[in-house]
């Protein structure tokens, strides 16, 4: 005798043991080999939307004193003298600056910022992004809307503080201090 499907993985089958009366055991077998399809989180609730920016030929100390200003580890960078909403032509990561800006002897923005920049569309979820930041071995993407125009910058910093935030209320409903999200 079959049971009803528990979330599409797995049926209850009972079955005759112990002298043939089912007395109630059940054996639990899988049935697809995938786990239930949970809810993704969306980067859309987590990327930071105020992008701080610079241009190429900026000195690499005053795109430090920036980042330090505005307490961000990024910058984008735009080309010299390129019109507001210009597409970007790379990103300055206080990393960069650490491992490469002042040891480099330029001491421009241009010769120490990644010119290729990672991008995700902001209606992807978190899995996707962390895919494409392990593609592209970087700790920030882009985010670009449905034009291509870009929205703001997600760090694996941001996905690590949504995840946390998530498990954090989980483990309050599970020690009965929440409410289950509905």
Do not use: W
Request: glycine share 14%; proline share 3%; net charge neutral.
């Amino acid at each position: 005798m079959q049971a009803s499907k528990e979330a599409g993985a797995r049926s209850d089958t009972q079955f005759a043991g112990h002298g043939g009366d089912g007395a109630g055991l059940t054996q639990r077998k899988e049935t697809g080999g995938r786990a239930p399809k949970v809810g993704r989180m969306k980067i859309e609730r987590l990327y930071t939307r105020h992008v701080m920016a610079t241009t190429r030929s900026a000195m690499i100390v005053e795109a430090a004193a920036a980042m330090q200003r505005y307490k961000v580890g990024a910058l984008i960078v735009l080309e010299d003298g390129s019109p507001n909403g210009a597409p970007p032509v790379g990103i300055v990561t206080d990393r960069d600056l650490a491992l490469q800006g002042f040891a480099s002897e330029s001491c421009l923005v241009g010769s120490v910022m990644t010119p290729v920049i990672a991008t995700v569309h902001e209606g992807a979820d978190t899995q996707e992004a962390l895919e494409t930041m392990r593609t592209h071995g970087v700790r920030r993407l882009l985010v670009v809307g449905e034009n291509g125009a870009m929205r703001g910058i997600l760090s694996i910093d941001d996905v690590v503080d949504g995840l946390s935030a998530d498990l954090a209320a989980a483990a309050a409903v599970l020690k009965g201090r929440g409410r289950v999200p509905g």
